[in-house]
């Protein structure tokens, strides 16, 4: 027997967050996001409030002793500072509320636009869509945006188990704060994860509390400047140039605390605790909703096992900490056999100049309340350095007590068939993620900076007004316009993401409709004993042997002829792990394979925001001809170009016409004709006039 349901059972659940999450036994599971505008640090009945010993209280408390705590859950709180600052949230929280399900099942989500002024959509990250890639949320790629006050129903099925989210892809919207965990379940847990006892959800976000992400964007193109002097681009530890981008401070599920800059104190705003029994074991799923900042996440006291990337299970690895880039996910199983008490978790956004720590407590049951957090992160010595997943780079500077373990060598933990080279059936593409030239802007992908269309591409694709087939883009120069990739059906796909030229600095990468197999990572070249940056991969070389000293590398292809047709040396054909974002570390490159089997429009770009809004993308074109038909009544979008200024310019004759007479005669005609011509003060004819007999009548049975 089919059965369905109708809504999401509401629950209190994932890390004291309310969401929806679906009957087990459903097959079409239905819940509905609604996004409006809220304020941080306000309650609705007790108006503004302040933070104080990891609390909040009412604006006009003077001596917190004789008052009861504002209930936190029901405050955006972000940071604790107190100016309230407009944030764009789905159901009134931030983040929004976890939607759960169930592998297999249907997902039904009515979107809901009450902002007053802005357009949303939807994007269901690392949800593959598969046979619904009109329901991917991409703005101006899958969908028109949904404008203020009109809903958008999403409708598809969650065909894998996986830690995803969802997020505004319109615009900076995701900065702004609109964005929630989407977790699928299995209905049997793994063998291996059933003797898990709790699972939580972490999602980490940078944090600016006096403006908003459109606001960050201008600012990172243009120079930040405060009390009347310029923010320097900040700088990974390896001393490589990061972003523009300025956050105050990071948020862990929509709390954080600001740290004074000069003093080095917070300011004792309330953080997310995580409860947990002394002798249990726990699920925790990161999720890494920034927009520019990547954080190396650890707990005090306990190492941490790895057990998933992206959604994919891997095999279990123990670290001390890992690095997770915009976008990405990682799960990690934590046991409880520390001393009862709290514990900080960390998320350090590693930056030279301002660390802007994301924090939260792992809280054992039975610690005393009220307790100051002292607890320290794993001491690690160059003996047994500590095992640091994930990093942006090869080696860390001058620091021999951690050593990094890069993605690629992760195991699937999962039996795979990795796409093989096929002649005749295989395509490969370099794809340069950079910023060409020493300048901030603009980011591209192969020196040409994405145009947005003005349309539905995938339902309009014939109204892309700029596609760069079309624009004349020459190899030496940077170029604006909509660049597209044509994928065949069925072909193995092989792309080299490269991050090659003058700007120093990591990107990270997501594609949309797909999970990749990491093959090979190549790094740059660096003093192994100092981690210091000495230059790029020269596996790869850019057209007419380009440096990196130079702002172009246009056509790269592979050094070594040999390697070309798929037969690159050091790839993992057997169990590579599989994703949907990856960081691409400056001066290197990552191999990856798809198979060309998901007809859509599929977005590849940076996840970072400054980046995406500046162009570092592009749209891969995958197997047209196999697309499923767009959905009935599906909006449309495109310009106006207006009415032809000549039709009013041009003046028309004069026309003569004879006076309408007044009468309440009877109108003597010749045709039906002329009785329209006449009226008649007592005219209550609803109506056809017809002229009758060489009289004008009103025929009632018209």
Known sequence: MRLSLTSCVVLVILGGAIGFQCDQNATICRTSLEITEKLTMFHETEKAVYAKNGSLYRYDVTDINLARPVNSGEVIAG?????????????????????????????????????????????WYG??????????????????PINPGQTFTYTFRVDESGTFWYHSSAGAQRGKGLYGALIVLDREPPANLDKVD??????????????????????????????????????????????????????????????????????EAPLRDFKVQEGKSYRFRVINAASV??????????????????????????VESFWVHPGERFDFLLEATARRGKYMIRGVAEDAINPIP??????????????DINSERSQCNETEPCTVLNCPFQFYLNNPKLRCLAIEELVSDVSNVIPEYQESHFQEFFLNFAIPGAETYPATVNNVQFLQPTVSALSQPNEIVKPCSKSGCKGNETCTCTN??????????????????????????????????VLKMGFANYNETTGEYISQNEDIKCEGNATEDEAFCNKPSWTNPEWRNGNVSGLNLVDPPQKDTV???????VVLRIKADNPGFWMIKSNSLPESLNGMAVLMNESFSYLPDVPKNFPTCRNFEGIDPDVLWTTPEPVT??????????????????????????????????????????????
């Open 127 to 144: 949800i593959e869509q598969r046979g619904t890639p009109y329901m991917d949320g991409a703005s101006f790629i899958t969908q028109c």
């Open 198 to 267: 709790g699972d939580f959800v972490l999602q980490i976000q940078d944090w600016n509390h006096d403006y908003d992400a459109e606001q960050g964007y201008m600012l990172s193109k243009d120079g930040v400047y405060e009390n009347r002097s310029q923010i320097l681009t900040t700088r990974l530890p390896r001393g490589r140039n990061n972003s523009l981008w300025n956050a105050h401070s990071s948020l862990i599920n929509g709390n954080g605390r600001y740290y004074d800059p000069q003093t080095g104190k917070h300011n």
């Open 293 to 318: 900042y990547s954080y190396r996440v650890s707990v005090d006291g306990h190492n941490i096992t790895i057990i998933a990337s992206d959604g994919k299970m891997v095999v279990p690895v123990e």
């Open 79 to 123: 940071d604790g500072w107190e100016k309230q600052r407009m944030v764009v949230v789905a159901n009134g929280t931030l983040p929004g509320p976890p939607i759960v399900a169930y592998k297999g099942q249907v997902l039904v989500i009515h979107v809901k636009n009450s902002l007053p002024s802005d357009t949303v959509s939807v994007h």
């Open 484 to 517: 597209i990739l044509d994928v065949i059906h069925n072909n193995t796909v092989q792309f080299v993401f490269m991050n090659m030229g003058k700007r120093q600095t990591s990107h990270t990468i997501s594609m949309h409709g797909h999970s990749f197999y």
């Open 583 to 589: 960081v691409v570390p400056y001066g290197g490159y």
């Open 657 to 702: 016409t004879t006076p309408i007479p007044t009468t309440t005669e009877p109108s003597t005609c010749v045709t039906s004709g002329d009785c329209h011509r006449h009226t008649w003060n007592n005219d209550n004819c609803l109506h056809k006039w017809e002229c009758i007999n060489g009289i004008c009548h009103c025929n009632s049975s018209t």
């Open 358 to 371: 994301a924090e939260a407590v792992l809280h054992y049951f039975g610690a005393r309340p009220n307790v």
